[in-house]
């Protein structure tokens, strides 16, 4: 079972900061945060990981609470290319809880 | 560099048969992943390849198998298909070097329809 929740869907304005939360509290001290996004029909793409600290790529910022049983994924300039499914995922590195779990994700549709 | 290439992208096959999906992996990649899509189950994980071992599996049946080869493709096999196996089939390849490469890219699919 996915370990993380995520509200179904959400809207955001095209050129607007989306701001996409995801809970797991129930997170363990070696499981990362992942996030993936889903374009209908295509593989899922790698946007961002993290342990504890914020990260930033040039897709997304990831800012993880202090008490990482919280995160939000930050797409700074929403487009209409990003409107896809948002998939929040925690994982371990080792052993058998190392595969992505996916969740139902988030259906992220950014308006013109 | 190239991506992670599946084929075929497409397949009808009928009930009862037995079908191969093959993966290729990004250079470099010695762990690869399958996963099954399916509108009603969402994202499911298959098993885990790494230099030819299958190091993790997930809940489904042993119709369901999978192998890797020395050069890191991998193939995963569907015996005695049944309708409910109709899905986007997802290979994913990363790394997989302790806390390092962990990302996981995917490939497009292969979408099977079984008849």
């Not at chain 1, 900061?17 to 993936?36: D, F, M, Q």
């Not at chain 2, 193939?75 to 070097?97: H, I, K, P």
Request: aromatic share 10%; net charge positive.
């Amino acid at each position: 079972d996915a370990k993380t929740t995520q509200p179904t869907s959400m809207d955001c304005a095209e050129g607007r900061a989306a701001n996409l939360p995801c809970n797991h509290s129930t997170i363990s001290g070696n499981e990362y945060v992942y996030w993936y996004r889903q374009i209908h029909s295509q593989g899922p793409q790698y946007i961002i990981h993290g342990l504890k600290n914020n990260e930033t790529n040039e897709m997304a910022s990831l800012i993880i609470t202090e008490d990482r049983k919280s995160s939000t994924l930050i797409l700074p300039h929403a487009t209409l290319r990003d409107t896809a499914v948002y998939y929040c995922i925690v994982r371990a590195l080792s052993g058998s809880a190392r595969q992505l779990t996916f969740g139902s994700g988030t259906q992220l549709t950014v308006l013109p | 560099k190239a991506g992670v290439t599946q084929t075929p992208r497409y397949l009808i096959k009928t009930r009862g048969q037995q079908v191969t999906l093959s993966c290729s992996p990004i250079s470099g990649h010695r762990s690869v992943s399958w996963y099954q899509q399916t509108p009603g189950q969402g994202l499911q994980f298959l098993f885990e390849y790494f230099s030819e071992t299958q190091r993790n599996k997930g809940n489904f049946p042993g119709r369901f198998s999978g192998r890797q080869f020395s050069n890191s493709r991998s193939e995963m096999n569907v015996s005695t298909l049944e309708l409910g196996d109709s899905a986007l089939y997802l290979c994913a390849s990363s790394l997989a070097s302790g806390t390092q490469g962990t990302e996981a890219f995917f490939g497009q699919g292969t979408r099977l329809t079984v008849v």
